[in-house]
């Protein structure tokens, strides 16, 4: 299984970016994707996963901020994310599951991207 982010960068608060995670060797549209992000200093921390229909759930700190979504033809979860802050600042991690309970733990999910920075500035 190989989960490839990328679309991190560095972006003023209160902009926009959308992250991307595409998914080999694995059989995408059953698994339950999600997106998971680590700051300096700090555990890694749920942000947003979505079931194969879409169903989404989100972290508080994302409610209403950030859209997970997927491309099951292509597969390829996204992040869009906007009005960020700066406590977004962190390492964003994708992630899958063949499991549907405890959703929101790192030790549920089986498989892991490398990660990629996302900085926000004042």
């Known amino acids: 299984v190989q989960l490839q982010a990328s679309g991190g960068g560095l972006v003023q608060a209160g902009g926009s970016l959308r992250l991307s995670c595409a998914a080999s060797g694995l059989p995408f549209s059953t698994y339950r994707m999600a997106w998971f992000r680590q700051a300096p200093g700090k555990e890694r921390e749920f942000v947003a996963t979505?079931?194969?229909?879409?169903?989404?759930l989100y972290a508080d700190s994302a409610e209403g901020r950030f859209t997970i979504s997927r491309d099951n033809g292509k597969n390829t979860v996204f992040l869009q994310m906007n009005s960020l802050k700066r406590e977004d600042t962190a390492v964003y991690y994708c992630a899958a599951t063949e499991k549907y309970t405890m959703v929101t733990a790192t030790s549920t999910y089986s498989s892991w991207g490398q990660g990629t920075q996302v900085t926000v500035s004042s």
């Open positions: 979505i079931l194969r229909n879409g169903y989404a």
